[in-house]
């Protein structure tokens, strides 16, 4: 059955190592992480010249891939074969040649580590992937949801021994999405500068990766659920003055995801801070905004709320309005979720 990043992780942390390896999915991270850790450490470097070979899918067919699988290695116990964008490799949709990809799979050479890397999922209906499922290691790596990237970040952070704020973790979920390696390469430089036991606050993810702890979407959504009128467009000016840097889609995806789960909490009945947070699936720091909104938005005006924002989303792809600057569109949003 298909296995967890986080189980092959660890054994080749113990430096156990199978014969076949398929990574794919739409979440590339997880897939490189793998792919790199066998590049680096699956064989030592004196062994690497002759029995170690990093191929391409486009430049292979799977007469090649078997034919280099099949060798044996050179003074050494065993070679590495890794195939990065398999996906583009030839034959794996004939059935004349993908047949001997599946006896190889079932009969696998115990001195070849051979790693299949996709850049997007394979169908686990076709016989060589069940094959590989049963006889070899299946990694399916899938992009995580919106609302799990804070809890990520935290994951992350804790295991490189930093704490992260609140404030901050939010800041960098919004600003950089499920963008998983781009998340991961920003946490790496902003903890290769921290001093020792610092840890990382909203001026910290401002100072190293750009993003103003004053004026985000986290801080207009703060805003308007505090029903503050001036503070909203304040921050709706600094956006219209820098465009490049707060295109407007980010912006409703945010507080569409917000009022929507607005909607949820007015449906349940324990609106305590820890119920609230399970219900939603939010880090329990930010449950505490949902109940101030609730008092501060009815029902029904969330409702309507939530129609304004498909109305703007509207407006803003030029759908029967011809074209509205986002500057307009996002002061009439703001104006009309205020009054």
């Known amino acids: 059955m298909p296995q967890t990043f986080e189980t092959v992780w660890k054994e080749l942390k113990k430096n156990q190592y199978a014969p076949l390896y398929l990574l794919a999915g739409d979440e590339p991270y997880y897939t490189d992480q793998l792919?790199?850790?066998?590049?680096?450490?699956?064989?030592?470097?004196?062994?690497?010249?002759?029995?170690?070979?990093?191929?391409?899918?486009?430049?292979?067919?799977?007469?090649?891939?078997?034919?280099?699988?099949?060798?044996?290695?050179?003074l050494?116990?065993?070679?590495?074969?890794?195939v990065k964008e398999a996906q583009?490799?030839?034959?794996?949709?004939?059935?004349?040649?993908?047949?001997?990809?599946?006896?190889?799979?079932?009969?696998?050479?115990?001195?070849?580590?051979?790693?299949?890397?996709?850049k997007s999922n394979v169908d686990e209906r076709k016989a060589w992937v069940k094959?590989?499922?049963?006889?070899?290691?299946?990694?399916?790596?899938?992009?995580?949801?919106?609302n799990k990237i804070p809890d990520w970040i935290a994951s992350y952070c804790h295991e490189k021994g930093v704490k992260i704020s609140p404030k901050a973790l939010q800041m960098?979920?919004?600003?950089?999405?499920?963008?998983l390696k781009r998340i991961a390469n920003e946490l790496d430089k902003i903890i290769l500068n921290l001093r020792a036991d610092e840890s990382i606050q909203a001026?910290?993810?401002?100072?190293?990766?750009?993003?103003?702890?004053?004026?985000?979407?986290?801080?207009?959504?703060?805003?308007?659920?505090?029903?503050?009128?001036?503070?909203?467009?304040?921050?709706?000016?600094?956006?219209?003055?820098?465009?490049?840097?707060?295109?407007?889609?980010?912006?409703?995806i945010i507080l569409y995801n917000f009022f929507s789960k607005l909607l949820l909490t007015h449906a349940t009945a324990d609106k305590s801070e820890r119920n609230l947070a399970s219900t939603l699936g939010v880090n329990p720091f930010f449950a505490k905004d949902y109940v101030t909104a609730s008092r501060n938005f009815s029902l029904d005006k969330t409702v309507s709320v939530i129609k304004y924002l498909r109305q703007a989303d509207a407006q803003s792809k030029g759908v029967e309005v011809g074209v509205i600057s986002e500057e307009v569109i996002l002061k009439d949003l703001i104006f009309k979720i205020l009054h």
């Not at 094959?131 to 949801?145: C, E, H, I």
């Not at 990766?209 to 805003?223: I, M, P, T």
Request: some cysteine; overall charge negative; aromatic content about 12%.
């Open 35 to 74: 792919a790199s850790y066998l590049e680096e450490n699956a064989l030592p470097a004196s062994a690497r010249d002759f029995n170690q070979f990093v191929l391409y899918g486009k430049d292979i067919n799977v007469g090649t891939l078997l034919s280099y699988a099949k060798r044996f290695p050179m």
């Open 76 to 82: 050494s116990d065993r070679q590495l074969i890794l």
């Open 88 to 118: 583009d490799m030839q034959g794996l949709d004939a059935k004349d040649t993908v047949r001997f990809l599946e006896d190889y799979i079932v009969n696998p050479l115990p001195s070849t580590i051979l790693v299949l890397c996709f």
């Open 131 to 146: 094959a590989w499922d049963k006889k070899g290691v299946y990694v399916p790596s899938k992009k995580l949801y919106d």
């Open 172 to 179: 960098l979920s919004e600003f950089i999405g499920n963008d």
């Open 203 to 252: 001026e910290t993810v401002e100072r190293f990766v750009g993003v103003s702890r004053e004026f985000n979407n986290f801080e207009l959504q703060k805003a308007l659920l505090n029903r503050d009128v001036a503070r909203s467009n304040l921050i709706a000016y600094h956006f219209s003055r820098n465009p490049k840097d707060n295109p407007i889609q980010p912006t409703l």
